[in-house]
């Protein structure tokens, strides 16, 4: 804290502050440009808890391909680890261009043409890569000796995942998949290239209007306002996690 202090003492003592203050922390603009940019924040909202739903299942149907090891599985094997390698290897904001105004521009019947839809798409690509990486690692952290049990017991294969071992490694997973979700939260502010009017696409109209960045802060303050609570849910369930580990809980 004492750091932090004597940092914003020095940014506030320097001779370009004044013009800083009046561009980035002008009082009168936030308080004009804060009210549309809340209005426009559900969007923002609206596109992290769609993506979510299909990451969390995308994702886990990717971790499951790869945890395939029979022979006859391997096509299925091949396509989890090109499709991981590939959309991981994208910067997310290029695939967000590329569906966002390639696909609508190809005028396929049937095919969607909302922004907001193909910047959802991207997004849920992008992230279900990262996932099932998250959930694959779950998997393979429970000991064998789990689906040896279960498979002793007389559970198929597909029984033994699904009752004793997706359990366990989704609970271990669960915080590392809530930072993945914390950052999905902050992208969806790229959505605002294609147009789509969420809250940093309003920042933009009103930094536009009024030639004065202070509509950003305002747009930070509700992406903290969101992922800062998050963080701390994070920190509790490992902190929890680790407890139970240590048996003191």
Not at 83 to 88: N, S
Not at 115 to 131: C, D, E, H, K, R
Request: aromatic share 12%.
């Amino acid at each position: 804290m004492v750091l932090v202090a004597l940092v914003l003492w020095l940014v506030m003592q320097s001779s370009g502050w004044p013009a800083v203050q009046e561009q980035f922390f002008n009082w009168d603009i936030f308080t004009q440009s804060f009210p549309e940019v809340l209005r426009a924040f559900p969007v923002n909202i609206e596109i992290f808890l769609i993506a979510e739903a299909i990451v969390l299942v995308l994702g886990l149907m990717l971790a499951l391909m790869r945890s395939l090891r029979a022979p006859i599985f391997f096509p299925l094997r091949a396509f989890a680890v090109v499709y991981c390698d590939f959309f991981r290897g994208i910067p997310t904001i290029l695939l967000v261009y590329l569906l966002g105004f390639g696909a609508p521009a190809l005028q396929l019947q049937g095919v969607p043409k909302s922004p907001l839809f193909w910047g959802i798409i991207a997004l849920s690509l992008v992230y279900s890569a990262y996932v099932a990486e998250v959930y694959r690692a779950g998997i393979e952290s429970v000991h064998p000796s789990q689906d040896q049990a279960a498979r002793s017991l007389g559970l198929s294969h597909t029984q033994a995942l699904r009752y004793v071992v997706l359990p366990q490694a989704v609970r271990r997973v669960i915080p590392p998949l809530l930072n993945d979700f914390i950052g999905l939260q902050k992208d969806s502010a790229l959505i605002a290239v294609l147009g789509v009017v969420e809250a940093l696409r309003q920042a933009q109209i009103d930094s536009s209007a009024t030639f004065n960045y202070t509509p950003y802060i305002a747009t930070a303050i509700l992406f903290l306002a969101m992922t800062i609570p998050l963080t701390r849910f994070v920190d509790w369930l490992v902190a929890r996690q680790r407890k139970r580990q240590s048996g003191l809980v």
